[in-house]
Structures are given as structure tokens and as C-alpha cells.
């Protein structure tokens, strides 16, 4: 029977908590996708390539790219950086008239964006945003008069009809307001 008066498996037991502490650590700080290479690809060719224009002092198409200096940042702004991808993926950006990067450069940077983007995207996938409260559908109202007092009177076929929503649904939280009508 081992014992934990071997030093040596008391050192082992003593590391083996040590990395489970930190592991978890470290997988967050690289919590957004190309954290590490970000200062390598994306910084110089932003610097390279695109803030001579895009600048604290001169913000072509309202674009200041030097506010960007980690992943972090870009993530934060991502619906921003949708167009920087477009723009570079396209060729729009740089202009012809200005320096070009090399295909590879250009297809480097995109990779890196691309994964960042991708991985912000799932973040908020599935996402359906709050849910409303809301008053009972006119269907609803009926349903539960009648399950409450076992007669199908069906009060609100009187009310004023509820408005369907864009979606064709008639039970969503932004349609169903409740009108003078109703009280
Ligand atoms: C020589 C100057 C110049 C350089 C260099 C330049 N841009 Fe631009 N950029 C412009 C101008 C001018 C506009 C505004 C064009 C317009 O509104 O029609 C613009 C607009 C943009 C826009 C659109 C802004 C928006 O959100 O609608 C993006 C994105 C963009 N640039 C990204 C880049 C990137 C990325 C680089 C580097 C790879 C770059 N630009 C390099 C001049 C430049």
C-alpha cells in the first residue's frame, strides 16, 4: 500500500492540484480565438497597411483602426470589424491607389479575422435575446377561462383582435400591448 509519507507522491499530488488550478486559468485568457497570433498578423498589417488613413486624427469612412490593439478589442467590436473583413476580403480596402499587401499577407490576416469573427458569432448564436413580458393571447384568454371554470364562454371573442407580429406569430411579447380597449 502506497503511502502519502513518500514525499515524492506527496510532491506528485501536490503538483497535479496545482496544474488543475491553473489550467482553467490559462484556457481563459485565450478566451477569444487568435489572441496569440492577433499582435503578430492583424497589428502590423493594420499598421502597415490601413492607418495612415484610418487614424485618431484622420478617420476615413469614420474608421479609427488604431483603437485596436488586442483581439479583445476587435471582439468587443466585431459587427465593426464585419466590414473591415469585407473590405479586405473584397480587395476594396486598401485603395487601388495605396500600398497592397501580398495575397498571402491579405489571406493570413483574414484567417486570423475570420476565426475571431466566427467564434463571436457562436457566442451570441441561439441567442433569442430577452423575452418579453406580455398579456395572454385572445386564444390563451379563452383556453383558460375555460379550463378554470370548466364552461367554454370564450370572453375574448369579443375583445379587439390581436395583432399579429412581422413573424405571422400571435403570441409575441412586442405585439401583444395591452390597449384601453382591453380594461
Ligand atoms: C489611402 C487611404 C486608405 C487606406 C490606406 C485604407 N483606407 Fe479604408 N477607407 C478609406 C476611405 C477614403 C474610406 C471611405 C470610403 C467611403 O466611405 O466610400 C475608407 C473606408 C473603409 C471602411 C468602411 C468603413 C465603414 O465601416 O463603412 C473600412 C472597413 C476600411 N476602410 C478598412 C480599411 C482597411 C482594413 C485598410 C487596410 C487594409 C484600409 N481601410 C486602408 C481610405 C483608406
Not at 499530488?13 to 496544474?19: N, T
Not at 489572441?35 to 476615413?60: D, R
Not at 466585431?78 to 480587395?91: A, D, I, L, P, Q
Amino acid at each position: 500500500m502506497p503511502s502519502f509519507a513518500d514525499p515524492a507522491r506527496r510532491q506528485f499530488v501536490a503538483w497535479f492540484f496545482l496544474a488543475c488550478w491553473i489550467m482553467p486559468l490559462s484556457f481563459h485568457e485565450r478566451d477569444v480565438f487568435g489572441a496569440e497570433s492577433f499582435p503578430e498578423t492583424v497589428l502590423p498589417f493594420v499598421k502597415t497597411y490601413c492607418v495612415e488613413c484610418h487614424n485618431s486624427k484622420t478617420t476615413e469612412g469614420q474608421l479609427d483602426l488604431t483603437k485596436y490593439t488586442t483581439a479583445e478589442a476587435v471582439a468587443a467590436d466585431y459587427r465593426k470589424w464585419e466590414h473591415v473583413v469585407t473590405f479586405v476580403t473584397k480587395e476594396e480596402m486598401p485603395p487601388p491607389d495605396a500600398k497592397q499587401p501580398t495575397q498571402a499577407e491579405r489571406a493570413e490576416v483574414l484567417g486570423v479575422l475570420g476565426k475571431l469573427m466566427l467564434q463571436e458569432a457562436r457566442k451570441t448564436a441561439g441567442d433569442p435575446g430577452g423575452v418579453l413580458p406580455r398579456r395572454l393571447s385572445n386564444a390563451e384568454y379563452n383556453n383558460a377561462i375555460r379550463d378554470l371554470t370548466g364552461v367554454d364562454i370564450r370572453p375574448a371573442d369579443s375583445f379587439p383582435i390581436d395583432p399579429a407580429s412581422g413573424e405571422g406569430f400571435s403570441n409575441t411579447g412586442e405585439a401583444l400591448v395591452m390597449s384601453p380597449n382591453l380594461f
